[in-house]
């Protein structure tokens, strides 16, 4: 990225590119704390203009075919491919991500999402029939109300309609495929959405928008708003244009944004906090734990709400683990993304530098052993941290129950399988655990005793068409895959005399 950035960046509401009322702010490169570009902060009439303009695009676009929309979506797809190099450097600048992060999980998953959701799946299923007698329940009742008072199959079909008006509040840890995982889908569906990307790294989302907009998407049905206010926020999940919200952040943030939503029974989705339980039984492959478990440490420099932060290992592989660990993390390398060889890049802001570093020093203060890491990078410019292992810790200690967001793990030992199934589903996330064992019957039997969303058993793998979401405050509600399609629309039944 050159020193000149991409420029001043405007909104993009109702297909025109729009000045915004509330003025520039610089987006800094967590690597360079350098510039990267202006980005606009719109004011609430310009958000609440981008619902209008949404709902106004709502109706013809919800009429269009599913063939006419996978279109557009694979026209995307392409589009983005074509500038792919251009993109991934500015999500690379604005995220502080390591080149292979950049490319391949931000850029290249996002373009993979919009080539997904081209791929058209049935909308509306038979239901098998039944047979209703007269005056007897069901829908019987409305018949004989308007004579038809006899006996009958009654036929019906469900259909998945399109909610409306989708608000999508996405994350900055990832541009490009947090975006692109709530608004092709949505628009799949049907939906027509306004965007507002996280204030650290909106640049990349006004990329995704140009690349729709080269690919023939109408006006109104993407807009795109932008600012550091709060009440942009507000005004993008309180309009009354938007039909659903569609939230990935904080547990906090969700919170606020569910009282908001509730006041008209919107719809939401939410995708939370998490403070991933990764259980290591004695009997693991103690190799194959401490590389699943070290992406805390190096994927998003632990940005990431999946991330197996919070590791319980029995008590008979507990020192092995901890030693292996501290071992994995000093060998990382922390420094500039763009350099080949670095695995560990920056983490977002100055503010969110400090706040990890907070939580070490709470872990210390808490009683627990800092065995790797704990200290800053020393680098004159970046927000650096380094991969830090805290262990002999105990699960009642803020490092263990809060989601610090970094590359942070801390290690707590478990004597048997019930005292480790425990210690997992004491928390108030349940977003994605793991389970570490050679006996595989035993490690399927833990999983599903363990109160997440999602498990893995001696992988941190996804399946990218299994359902993904949380339990408990982790989030509401079921994306990827067909779930994202189920979860941009509503059911509605057709129902008939056969």
Not at 210 to 216: I, T, V, Y
Not at 334 to 351: F, H, L, N, Y
Not at 363 to 391: I, S
Request: one cysteine or more; proline letters at 5%; hydrophobic letters at 40%.
């Amino acid at each position: 990225m050159s020193r000149e950035g991409v420029g001043r960046q405007r909104l993009f509401v109702g297909g025109s590119w729009v000045e915004p009322e509330g003025g520039y702010y610089g987006v800094v490169d967590p690597a360079s704390e350098e510039t990267v570009g202006w980005a606009p902060e719109a004011s609430r009439d310009q958000v609440h203009a981008a619902c209008a303009a949404a709902r106004e695009a709502f109706g013809p676009w919800s009429r269009t075919t599913p063939e006419e929309r996978a279109a557009v979506l694979d026209r995307t797809a392409r589009i983005i491919g074509e500038r792919f190099a251009s993109y991934a450097e500015l999500a690379q600048a604005e995220t502080g991500a390591t080149t292979g992060t950049a490319r391949g999980m931000q850029v290249g998953v996002g373009a993979a999402r919009f080539r997904r959701y081209a791929r058209v799946e049935p909308a509306e299923w038979a239901i098998p029939p039944q047979i209703n007698e007269a005056g007897h329940g069901g829908t019987s009742h409305a018949f004989k109300a308007v004579g038809e008072g006899r006996a009958g199959v009654m036929g019906a079909l469900a259909v998945r309609q399109p909610v409306g008006v989708v608000t999508c509040v996405t994350s900055y840890n990832n541009p490009w495929a947090n975006p692109a995982g709530k608004i092709a889908p949505a628009l799949a569906m049907g939906n027509t959405v306004v965007v507002k990307p996280a204030p650290q790294d909106p640049l990349s989302v006004y990329r995704m928008a140009e690349a729709l907009e080269a690919a023939g998407v109408p006006s109104g049905v993407v807009n795109v708003v932008s600012g550091r206010a709060v009440e942009v926020g507000e005004a993008a999940v309180s309009s009354p244009d938007v039909d659903m919200v569609s939230f990935t952040g904080s547990t906090a943030v969700g919170q606020r944004i569910a009282e908001v939503c509730g006041r008209d029974m919107r719809r939401q989705l939410m995708e939370l906090g998490g403070k991933g339980a990764a259980v290591v039984f004695d009997d693991a492959d103690v190799g194959s734990a401490v590389a699943g478990i070290g992406t805390t440490f190096s994927f998003y420099s632990g940005q990431i709400c999946t991330a197996p932060t919070r590791v319980l290992a029995q008590r008979g592989v507990y020192d092995r683990l901890v030693e292996q660990l501290a071992v994995y993390a000093r060998r990382l390398t922390v420094g500039d993304p763009r350099a080949a060889g670095t695995v560990v890049g920056p983490v977002i802001s100055a503010e969110h530098r400090d706040r990890v570093e907070s939580y070490v020093e709470t872990g210390r203060k808490e009683g627990a052993v800092v065995v790797a890491g704990g200290e800053r990078p020393p680098y004159e410019k970046g927000f650096y941290v380094a991969p830090t292992l805290l262990a002999d810790c105990t699960n009642d200690m803020r490092v263990a129950r809060e989601e610090i967001f970094g590359p942070v793990v801390c290690v707590i030992p478990f004597d048997d399988e019930e005292e480790g199934i425990a210690l997992a589903n004491d928390t108030d996330y349940g977003l994605i655990d793991y389970v570490w064992s050679g006996d595989v019957s035993r490690a399927f039997r833990v999983a599903r005793r363990l109160r997440a969303g999602g498990v893995g058993i001696n992988t941190v793998g996804r399946n990218m068409e299994a359902p993904f979401g949380g339990f408990k405050k982790s989030g509401v509600g079921r994306d990827v895959g067909s779930y994202a399609l189920h979860a941009y629309s509503e059911v509605q039944a057709i129902v008939w005399p056969g």
